[in-house]
């Protein structure tokens, strides 16, 4: 079974820039692992932001960009925003089934 | 507009089943695939499989088999999630989200909640 490992918390000031990553126990995360990453907001169903590594969604915010970074897949906020605030989960499709990394959970502060 | 819109709340005892509902709306119900993914108290999200829908066929995480079907029914454009046995473990709210061929998720369900009580 894939683990899926992401930063448990990070804190950024309003306006900055901030990366999230996700790796993968069985090695380096490639586009085959279709990365996808989540949002959600205390309360509320998570939020697709981002599929297949760097594709953005009609009502994903223009600061949000996805990418490989090393042998992980990458979040990158820039601008941050208050409303940024939030738990972001990684998704991986890995050995036939899909698994989720424990989520990051993002302070604006 | 696309909708995934699951069904009420449930109260459960230990040793019981529970059957969720996704019904979707405002697309093509044959050409996407649908995700069940629970979430425990103040846990994160798990994946518990996928229907293809189109197939009828489905693909269930590991922990999951011999306890999790998934159905759907065309002539409404629903899916159902049926957990079976249930423990206090598996109080969560259960989500359905939706997924085009290839990795493209989008759209999720509003989230159903069930809890295992005895």
């Known amino acids: 079974q894939t683990v899926v490992t992401q930063e448990p918390s990070l804190t950024v000031s309003p306006g900055g820039t901030v990366t999230l990553t996700c790796g993968s126990s069985?090695?380096?995360?490639?586009?085959?692992?279709?990365p996808s990453w989540l949002q959600q907001k205390a309360g509320q169903a998570p939020r697709t932001l981002i599929y297949k590594t760097n594709n953005k969604h009609s009502w994903t915010p223009a600061r949000f960009s996805g990418s490989l970074l090393g042998d992980k897949a990458a979040l990158t906020l820039s601008g941050v925003q208050p409303e940024d605030e939030a738990e972001y989960y990684c998704l991986l499709y890995s050995g036939g089934s899909w698994v989720f990394g424990g989520g990051t959970k993002l302070t604006v502060l | 507009q696309v909708q995934l819109v699951q069904s009420g709340a449930e109260v459960k005892k230990p040793g019981a089943s529970v059957k969720v509902s996704c019904k979707a709306s405002g697309y093509t119900f044959t050409n996407y695939y649908i995700h069940w993914v629970r979430q425990a108290p103040g846990q994160g999200l798990e994946w518990m499989g996928i229907?293809?829908?189109?197939?009828?066929?489905?693909n269930l995480a590991q922990k999951f088999q011999g306890r999790v079907s998934m159905t759907r029914d065309t002539s409404t454009s629903t899916v159902y999630m049926e957990l079976s046995s249930l423990a206090s473990e598996d109080t969560a709210v259960y989500y359905c989200?939706?997924?085009?061929?290839?990795?493209?998720?989008?759209?999720w369900g509003q989230g159903t909640l069930v809890t295992v009580s005895s």
């Open positions: 989200a939706r997924e085009a061929e290839g990795g493209y998720w989008d759209y």
């Open positions: 069985t090695g380096a995360v490639t586009s085959g692992y279709f």
């Open positions: 229907i293809y829908v189109s197939y009828d066929t489905t």
